[in-house]
T-cell receptor, first 112, second 113 residues
């Protein structure tokens, strides 16, 4: 079955880069997503990557995909206090309908 | 344009009562999903509607849970005889089709006392 794992917490200083990591088990994953959840809010789509890509950059965000190791990362450059939130990775696997399987989320805390 | 809208935003109910949660998807989105998020945990898939196809109910935790969707519009998630373990945030999402990103509402926080 599908399983998506993330570390629970990450603390960085404002202005530094943040790297949030995710591992998944389903080798048939087609799309992998990063969502951001601020307190009391729903999930906001940040970015996504198709499984035949190994990198995608979008302004301060860089997604790296190592399909061999089933490892996905999200790098946030020049992290700001407004980036403090919970970050979820999620995958869609072929044959799984269009259901997203989510990781448990990584809480990012940005300190001054 | 308008995003996914959920109501109510908060619901407190007594154990044993039935509750209905509502989701208005983004106009034109053919797919609609319900997820549950317990405190401090990730998202648990509940049910998925795609167009006129039979819904994927594989994530519903018990027969107390049911959901309906009329065409490609509003959906309601009904929980009968609520239990304290049903307390969670219930999130609805919609997408424009297969492999398209899901867009989430702000959720309904359900508290069963």
């Amino acid at each position: 079955g599908e399983d998506v794992e993330q570390s629970l917490f990450l603390s960085v200083r404002e202005g530094d880069s943040s790297v949030i990591n995710c591992t998944y088990t389903d080798s048939s994953s087609t799309y992998l997503y990063w969502y951001k959840q601020e307190p009391g809010a729903g999930l906001q789509l940040l970015t996504y990557i198709f499984s035949n890509m190994d990198m995608k950059q979008d302004q301060r965000l860089t997604v790296l995909l190592n399909k061999k190791d089933k490892h996905l990362s999200l790098r946030i450059a020049d992290t700001q206090t407004g980036d403090s939130a919970i970050y979820f990775c999620a995958e869609i696997a072929t044959g799984g309908g269009n259901k997203l399987t989510f990781g448990t989320g990584t809480q990012l805390k940005v300190e001054l | 344009g308008a995003g996914v809208s959920q109501s109510p935003s908060n619901k407190v109910t007594e154990k044993g009562k039935d509750v209905e949660l509502r989701c208005d998807p983004i106009s034109g989105h053919t797919a609609l999903y319900w997820y549950r998020q317990r405190l401090g945990q990730g998202l648990e898939f509940l049910i998925y509607f795609q167009g006129n196809s039979a819904p994927d109910k594989s994530g519903l935790p018990s027969d107390r849970f049911s959901a309906e969707r009329t065409g490609e519009s509003v959906s309601t998630l009904t929980i009968q005889r609520t239990q304290q373990e049903d307390s969670a945030v219930y999130l609805c999402a919609s997408s424009s089709g297969l492999n398209s990103p899901l867009h989430f509402g702000n959720g309904t926080r359900l508290t069963v006392t």
